[in-house]
């Protein structure tokens, strides 16, 4: 996956693997900058596909990562992903970028997906038009 700003300028290439072996990581990236500058919480993160690209009168939705903003993209949906995941840290400027809109919070229904189901929720609730929150659940066998 190739991410981009909103000016088209290329910011990173990742490529996620589905079966690393245990001491791999499952995402690899080669990232041509940091956010925040000032203390990158994974070494970077941004937001992908650009929020901008997606009009504002329309609901978007936020996932912890690319492969589910793929899934939600797939099924007709407007989404975006936090590229640093779950563990993604609020900033202003990200907070920014998502001002104003109609978010809604897809999340994980472990430890980790809830967690950041609540960090996103408190960091949005008072900047955003309209805030909700949907998990897929666990599929079981």
């Given at each position: 996956i190739v991410v981009h700003?909103?000016?088209?300028?290329?910011?990173?290439?990742?490529l996620h693997r589905e079966q690393p072996q245990p001491d791999e990581p499952k995402c690899l990236w080669l990232p041509f900058g940091t956010e925040p500058a000032d203390s990158p919480r994974h070494g970077w993160s941004t937001l992908w596909p650009c929020p901008e690209w997606f009009s504002t009168d329309e609901t978007l939705y936020l996932c912890p990562g690319e492969l589910k903003a793929l899934a939600a993209?797939?099924?007709?949906?407007?989404?975006?992903?936090?590229?640093?995941g779950e563990n993604h840290r609020w900033t202003p400027g990200f907070i920014q970028r998502l001002s104003g809109r109609r978010i809604v919070v897809v999340f994980?229904?472990?430890?980790?997906?809830?967690?950041?189901?609540?960090?996103?929720?408190?960091?949005l609730r008072?900047?955003?038009?309209?805030?909700?929150a949907i998990t897929y659940g666990r599929i079981s066998a």
């Amino acid at each position: 996956i190739v991410v981009h700003a909103v000016n088209g300028t290329r910011l990173a290439v990742t490529l996620h693997r589905e079966q690393p072996q245990p001491d791999e990581p499952k995402c690899l990236w080669l990232p041509f900058g940091t956010e925040p500058a000032d203390s990158p919480r994974h070494g970077w993160s941004t937001l992908w596909p650009c929020p901008e690209w997606f009009s504002t009168d329309e609901t978007l939705y936020l996932c912890p990562g690319e492969l589910k903003a793929l899934a939600a993209l797939s099924a007709g949906q407007n989404a975006v992903s936090i590229t640093a995941g779950e563990n993604h840290r609020w900033t202003p400027g990200f907070i920014q970028r998502l001002s104003g809109r109609r978010i809604v919070v897809v999340f994980d229904d472990d430890a980790a997906g809830v967690r950041f189901r609540d960090t996103t929720v408190a960091a949005l609730r008072e900047h955003v038009a309209n805030l909700r929150a949907i998990t897929y659940g666990r599929i079981s066998a």
